[in-house]
């Protein structure tokens, strides 16, 4: 009888340890931000949506986006002139454009965002809805990461 216990008692721990061994937690990658770096000007495609509060992000994948419409990608090219700083691009079936200022190292304010809006899938809306609440970046040779919301989110980007 005291075996019969035992083995149920290893048994079930063996079992919580397994299940243990197999969640992991899900962490937003970090971005060094290189302050060598003083532009974004180039030309960008978003590569998720951060939610650090939550410790959780947003992919581009088949549910969130029309993979058959440009790659499902939303692309944007900042162009840095010293008079204008635009921004311009395609949010998988909409072409869009805006302006951009940086008031101070780090801080952003995107404005004037607009352009077509036929429909579109989620992951292009993600981007209609945030980009205009940006108010920081951190920026290194291949990533950039616009901050929303405080800096408890932010739009990540790889360079292409």
């Not at 990658?29 to 650090?52: H, L, Q």
């Not at 840095?80 to 909409?94: A, H, L, M, Q």
């Not at 454009?97 to 899938?121: L, M």
């Amino acid at each position: 009888m005291m075996q019969d216990y035992k083995f149920r008692f290893i048994t079930m721990l063996a079992i919580i340890m397994v299940i243990c061994a197999c969640e992991r937690e899900n962490f937003i990658p970090t971005i060094k931000d290189d302050k060598e770096i003083t532009t974004i000007a180039g030309t960008w495609k978003v590569v998720s949506y951060d939610d650090f509060a939550h410790n959780t992000q947003i992919t581009k994948d088949a549910d969130n986006t029309w993979l058959q419409i440009n790659n499902g990608d939303v692309i944007m090219t900042f162009m840095d002139t010293p008079d204008t700083k635009e921004i311009e691009g395609v949010t998988v079936t909409n072409y869009v454009s805006g302006s951009y200022t940086i008031t101070a190292p780090r801080k952003i304010k995107v404005s004037n965002f607009n352009g077509t809006y036929i429909d579109q899938p989620d992951w292009a809306d993600l981007f209609w809805e945030k980009i205009e609440e940006s108010d920081e970046f951190s920026v290194s040779n291949t990533h950039l990461r616009i901050f929303y919301n405080a800096r408890r989110n932010s739009i990540t980007f790889e360079k292409i």
